[in-house]
């Protein structure tokens, strides 16, 4: 499978799209990027696994990264793609090889005013130990150095700065068994389980503003197990809570505030990831922004994505793609076609003015 670079790039995207590369099979596609990356003399290429890096080597006092994943969720009756209207319809065209396909647009200018390193990685939508950008990372750190990264993950044309951290607690609620017949005798622990949801139903999150953004936090469970049998008083249940927290409290912070909420109870960790602080007043990060269209272009984002990789590298990223986020992974994704002209034309003013 080969992909023409010349074409335009909706067009670009459709093909993207119609290589299948769900998470785990993404050699087709890195095959085709690899290849007319490879047939680009300006850049520098490298495959590493299903990830293939390019960069320019032009001498500029700025580098910046732009990146983007190219696994999808398993196909859901979504390939081939199809055009209807202004819309692109296909398994990841917005989440987001519609982003990718301004990558390689972006890849093709021989010449730009910042050095750049393309990121086209693997296994994003999966377990974090299989992310492309995080094997990088682990293995050859210097690769993600930049003054700046982008991200074109799903924005809906807006640019989301940072993004939030996120972590998992179970919640231990202890009761005691007896025979249902004579429940008295025991303590319900799925009953007594209803305190903490009391605790979650009354809580308010916070939503700071951090470098001029603002973060909506929340604490909800996700899920509540308990249960021994049929005839028998449980003596545990435990309720699963996930807390999306603003960039600027650490994965610590978060966790020593769950455990002050739930005082009292067993709260044990299940998995946590770090937010990442917009940077906006960065200078690059600002240059950017101010490309895009200003201050009123950005927002902040509230789920986790990879950028908080390049924060904890010191490196100040943003999302920036032409997907919208509310439509990633369902069975009528789609993009938005005017985004996608819209959103090469601004990445490469920015690169070339």
């Known amino acids: 499978m080969r992909l023409d670079l010349n074409q335009d790039v909706a067009a670009l995207t459709a093909a993207i799209v ?6 785990g099979d993404e050699k087709a596609l890195a095959d085709a990027i690899e290849e007319a ?5 300006h850049l520098t290429v490298e495959r590493d696994g299903d990830t293939v890096i390019a960069r320019t080597s032009q001498g500029r006092s700025e580098r910046v990264v732009i990146a983007g994943h190219i696994d999808t969720v398993p196909v859901n009756r979504n390939l081939p793609s199809r055009v209807e209207g202004e819309r692109l319809y296909g398994c990841g065209t917005g989440d987001m090889k519609a982003g990718v396909a301004v990558q390689l647009k972006l890849a093709t200018l ?3 005013n910042r ?8 296994c994003e939508e999966i377990e974090e130990a299989r992310n492309g950008l995080k094997r990088i990372g682990d293995t050859r ?10 991200l074109m993950e799903p924005s809906g044309g807006i640019i989301e700065g940072g993004c939030q951290g996120t972590i998992r607690v179970e919640v231990r609620v202890p009761g005691e068994r007896a025979h249902s017949a004579r429940s008295w005798m025991g303590s319900n622990a799925i009953h007594n389980a209803g305190a903490v949801l009391d605790v979650l139903r009354a809580y308010e999150p916070r939503r700071p503003v951090v470098d001029g953004l603002e973060f909506h936090e929340g604490l909800n469970a996700v899920f509540i197990s ?4 049929g005839n028998v008083i449980p003596d545990e249940c435990v309720v699963t809570v996930n807390y999306r927290f603003a960039p600027d409290k650490s994965l610590e912070d ?6 002050e909420v739930f005082t009292g109870y ?3 960790v299940v998995d946590g990831a770090a937010g990442a602080r917009p940077g906006l007043t960065h200078p690059a990060a600002a240059a950017f922004v101010e490309a895009i269209g200003g201050a009123s272009m950005a927002r902040a984002k509230l789920g986790w994505t990879d950028v908080a990789r390049f924060s904890a590298l010191g490196v100040p990223a943003v999302n920036f793609g032409p997907g919208e986020p509310s439509l990633s992974h369902t069975k009528d994704e789609y993009v938005e076609i005017p985004r996608i002209f819209a959103g090469e034309e601004s990445m490469r003013a920015w690169l070339t003015a």
């Open 226 to 229: 308990g249960g021994v049998a």
């Open 141 to 150: 750190p210097e690769l993600l150095q930049a003054d700046f990264a982008v």
């Open 18 to 23: 119609d290589i299948e590369s769900v998470s």
């Open 110 to 112: 021989a010449e730009t």
């Open 254 to 259: 978060a966790e020593k505030h769950l455990r």
């Open 37 to 41: 990356l490879r047939a680009l003399p």
């Open 115 to 122: 050095d750049v390193t393309y990121f086209f990685y693997e």
């Open 266 to 268: 067993d709260v044990t």
